[in-house]
């Protein structure tokens, strides 16, 4: 059973505009969340995350919204470059805890 | 800050043998590291957590006699591949948690011929 889903497995948007990456979860225990980004052969970089008390958290070019009634959670990237092409991957846990549930990842390519 | 190493990047063994992986904190102590393997076009599996101190915890599946862990100091952790068959080539990768936040290394390719 997926707890953490990304449904879309790839994203293409044109440099300048908004990439925008959905992630849905299944438990309404999870309290936090983080977006990691991953390029090929390497390990994945911390983005941002948000605690389940926020619904929106803001760094820069990067913003999460969280919904949790619909238990969703969103990775919005303004203005988009090329450099942020890569695999994204959300990923949820319990207060207490630092075991992760990883989505599947959403390939985004970023066309210049 | 917050980085974590991990050594070898890249590896290449022959079946049969063993491969040891290291993980280190570079600039902040882990009580608890994680690794996992990822497999092409796939998300990251977690294989085990490993607790600095004491036996490390394995998900179903994963062979604790086969993929043993050590985590004897807070910065240091390694993953041994014993008697490595070409099934076990893929991608490796630690990460260690720090206020929350899991941070991870760059990986280590294994190759078992």
């Known amino acids: 059973d997926q707890q953490v889903k990304q449904n879309s497995p790839s994203l293409s948007v044109q440099e300048g505009r908004i990439s925008i990456l959905n992630c849905d979860y299944t438990n309404s225990m999870f309290d936090y969340f983080l977006w990691y980004k991953k390029y090929p052969a390497e390990g994945p970089t911390f983005l941002i995350s948000?605690?389940?008390?926020?619904d929106k958290n803001e760094d820069g070019r990067f913003t999460v919204f969280l919904n949790k009634s619909a238990k969703h959670l969103s990775l919005h990237i303004v203005p988009s470059q090329p450099g942020d092409s890569a695999v994204y991957f959300c990923a949820a846990h319990f207060s207490g805890t630092y075991k992760y549930i990883f989505g599947t990842g959403t390939r985004l390519k970023v066309l210049a | 800050g917050a980085v974590v190493s991990q050594h070898p990047s890249r590896v290449i063994c022959k079946s049969g043998t063993s491969v040891k992986i290291e993980c280190r904190s570079l600039?902040?102590?882990?009580?608890?590291m994680f690794w996992y393997r990822q497999f092409p076009k796939q998300s990251l599996m977690l294989m085990a957590t490993s607790n600095e101190g004491s036996k490390a915890t394995y998900e179903q599946g994963v062979e604790k006699d086969k993929f043993l862990i050590n985590h004897a100091s807070l910065t240091l952790s390694t993953l041994t591949v014993t008697s490595a068959h070409p099934e076990d080539s893929s991608f490796y990768i630690c990460?260690?948690?720090?206020?929350?936040?899991?941070?991870f290394g760059p990986g280590t390719r294994l190759l078992v011929l």
């Open positions: 600039d902040f102590q882990a009580t608890t």
């Open positions: 948000i605690s389940s008390i926020k």
């Open positions: 990460s260690a948690a720090h206020q929350e936040t899991q941070y």
